[in-house]
């Protein structure tokens, strides 16, 4: 977790004058921009089938069932 808490300081980093040129252009314009984005991530988060099976529990007849094939 603290990986990808000091990756996501480093990207600010990069992505901080592109945000202050973009709010230059239009106020909510950065706004909008990470909207969309947070949307994009919704989207894949729900369609992604590795994040839709996170928490399931594997029930021992599954894993037999497996091995058997």
Do not use: D, H, K
């Amino acid at each position: 977790m603290a990986g990808a808490v000091g990756a996501v300081n480093g990207v600010n980093v990069l992505f901080a004058p592109f945000a202050v040129a973009l709010y230059e252009v239009s106020a909510s314009a950065p706004f909008l921009l990470e909207s969309a984005v947070l949307a994009g991530l919704l989207a894949y988060a729900c369609l992604s089938p590795t994040l839709s099976n996170v928490g399931s529990r594997v029930t021992t007849e599954e894993i037999n069932q497996e091995s058997s094939i």
